[in-house]
């Protein structure tokens, strides 16, 4: 399964809250991605690492924003979570070029 | 930018059925091609990928993909289907040429239920 784990699994919280998601993996991989998953949608990029303090914006990067400062560690934080954020959000890493997923994690924004 | 379509949203199909779920993509030069599969409430996992060579590709579980570029397709299929198939199939195009984040561009999903 790559190593990769996600915390929390589900989250529920309100509007205007920030939100802070933590993929973790062991196996040292440069590359990691998060996405969100929602129906009809299959998987959008919202930003994704190239290593420590390296990060760039992926095609739905409004509203979100990461941070890196371990190899292990991506954090993905919603600054003042919104409805339209309620979603499945994936964390991947790449290994040989190509990506395996963690987990999940739910989070619904009431 | 490059897109891809899974034509196919919903799928219902009996045991022992044939498969076959298409996927196109949009780019006309050099793709890298891959099938996800997520099982009910779990992760996606790697069914098989494309990179080069023979364009009929196997993967797990008995599942198996032809890449056509003249089609620009890459149709997953498995001769026989299993109720423990019933999953959600995502296809995903990567273009080496402009990637150095090596990112995926993902399909909407076909959800496929196999009735036992």
């Known amino acids: 399964d790559a190593g990769i784990t996600q915390s929390p699994r589900h989250k529920v919280t309100e509007t205007g809250t920030p939100v802070t998601l933590r993929c973790h993996q062991t196996?040292?991989?440069?590359?990691m991605y998060w996405y969100r998953q929602d129906p009809g949608h299959g998987l959008r990029l919202i930003h994704y690492?190239?290593?420590?303090?390296?990060?760039d914006k992926g095609e739905v990067s409004d509203g979100y924003s990461v941070s890196r400062s371990k190899t292990e560690d991506f954090l993905l934080t919603l600054e003042s979570a919104t409805s339209s954020q309620t979603s499945v959000y994936f964390c991947?890493?790449?290994?040989?070029?190509?990506?395996?997923f963690g987990p999940g994690t739910r989070l619904t924004v009431l | 930018a490059q897109s891809v379509s899974q034509h196919n949203h919903h799928v219902i199909l009996s045991e022992a059925a044939s498969l076959e779920l298409g996927c196109n993509y949009s780019?006309?030069?050099?793709?890298?091609l891959f099938w996800y599969v997520q099982y009910p409430g779990q992760h996606l996992q790697l069914l098989l990928k494309y990179f080069s060579g023979d364009p009929l590709v196997k993967g797990i579980k008995g599942f198996e993909a032809e890449f056509i570029k003249s089609k620009f397709s890459f149709n997953l299929r498995k001769p026989s289907v299993q109720w423990s198939d019933t999953a959600e199939y995502f296809c995903?195009?990567?273009?080496?040429?402009?990637?150095?984040?090596?990112?995926?561009?993902f399909g909407g999903g076909t959800r496929l239920m196999v009735k036992p």
């Open positions: 780019y006309g030069g050099t793709v890298n």
């Open positions: 995903a195009v990567k273009v080496p040429s402009n990637n150095a984040g090596n990112m995926l561009t």
């Open positions: 991947a890493i790449s290994e040989s070029y190509t990506q395996y």
């Open positions: 196996e040292n991989h440069r590359y």
């Open positions: 690492s190239y290593g420590v303090k390296d990060t």
